[in-house]
């Protein structure tokens, strides 16, 4: 069983940065994907950013050129640098990890990002 644990969400300004952080309790280096979604009150929760093995991404166009994703197998993490941020990017952020190609995904619990003034 995989679990995740996400880390670095706060309160920030808008324009500001944060990184967020989702350590896995085992390796990442064999995992077909992991990615962050987000989810806003009221909305459905929707992809942010992919990457998968072999480190190709994937981002959602609304945050495309300002959030990046990122793996360390070495520390079984994976990060989303999120820059230049919005009151629209307010929202639970959560990691996913899908271990195998259609295989239903691995979830953490989520951190609260919040952007305002």
């Known amino acids: 069983q995989v679990q995740l644990v996400e880390s670095g969400g706060g309160l920030v300004q808008p324009g500001g940065s944060l990184r967020l952080s989702c350590a896995a309790s085992?390796?990442?280096?064999?995992?077909?994907?992991m990615g962050w979604y987000r989810q806003a009150p009221g909305k459905e929760r929707e992809l942010v950013a992919e990457?998968?093995?072999?480190?190709?991404?994937k981002y959602s166009d609304s945050v495309k050129g300002r959030f990046t994703i990122s793996r360390d197998n070495a520390k079984d993490t994976v990060y989303l640098q999120m820059n230049s941020l919005k009151p629209e990017d307010t929202a639970v952020y959560y990691c996913?990890?899908?271990?195998?190609?259609?295989?239903?995904?691995?979830w953490g619990q989520g951190t609260q990002v919040t952007v305002s003034s």
């Open positions: 085992g390796s990442i280096f064999s995992m077909y994907a």
């Open positions: 996913d990890a899908v271990v195998i190609s259609g295989s239903a995904p691995h």
């Open positions: 990457i998968t093995r072999g480190g190709s991404t």
